[in-house]
């Protein structure tokens, strides 16, 4: 299984690469959403899992989700928003344009590992 | 929005617990110890602006020594492996996430910028008369650490659709 983290924060971007790595992901990484369509248009498919951040420069998170839903060989990728953009309606906001599940900082492991086995992703009960 | 509704330093201080659980102390053991009129060495400077139906920003303010403790903290690094550029970025998302979970208090429509961060004799770019509505300052590792929410134009920022 795959993973991208796309965050413009490299700290935050090594917290997720450590947390999803030790459940058994291979991490790929971008700093924004631009630079993550150019690393997935490189790839032999699609990762599995793509953990976004909202607020970025070039190509913000809510821009990614919608080309990643409208590309067809991203179809398949779990879409999981991790920001800090915390109101009802920046959730629904996301959700309506494709993302699978959102995710507010800050975020303990065990609660990013509870939200990827409700998406069928790690085993239920499972922790980084 | 008027000064009253502004978020308080209650609020700041359960962000902070939360970032602190989340990132810095997982066990609990090693907590941001609230405390009153101590100043803060101003030589890091880390901010997000907010900007729409309340302006003004979220700045974090630490002794250089207290942005690595805290960038070692974040990263679970020893403080001399932490690189400079990884300081200012830790520095930074944590303005970014305080900032976001306060914006939230705020009137709809407020937007967040992406992080600011300037070393010593420089600071957030806000109006001369902008006014701190509340500053929370915590003692952790024997260093002081200050985040304040300040109301106010902002001047020179970008800020994220």
Known sequence: MRAIVIDDSRAIR???????????????????????????????????????DWNM????????????????????MTLVMVTTES???????????GAHEYVIKPFTSDALMEKLALLGLVPSGAQA | MSIEMAP??????????????????????????????????????AWVAITGPWEGNVLVTCSRAQARNVAAAFLAMEVEEVPDEDVADVVGEMANIVGGNVKSMLPPGCALSTPYFVGEGEGPFRSPDAVCVAEL?????????????????????????
């Open chain 1, 14 to 52: 090594l917290i997720l690469r450590r947390i999803v790595g030790q459940a058994g992901f291979e991490v790929l990484e971008a700093g924004d959403g631009k630079q993550a369509m150019e690393v997935l248009a490189g790839l032999d498919g699609a990762p599995e899992l793509a953990l976004i």
């Open chain 1, 57 to 76: 420069p070039n190509m913000n998170g809510l821009e990614f989700v919608a080309a990643a839903r409208g590309d067809q060989r991203l179809r398949d």
């Open chain 1, 87 to 97: 109101e009802q309606s920046q959730v629904a906001r996301a959700l309506a344009a």
């Open chain 2, 8 to 45: 308080t330093v209650k609020d700041l201080l359960f962000i902070m617990e939360q970032v602190w659980l989340s990132y810095m102390d997982p066990e609990g053991i090693d907590p941001l110890i609230p405390i009153d009129d101590e100043p803060v060495a101003s030589e890091i400077h």
């Open chain 2, 137 to 161: 300052v915590g003692r952790w590792r024997n260093e002081l650490l200050s985040i304040a929410m300040w109301q106010g134009r902002n001047e020179r920022v970008e800020v994220a659709a």
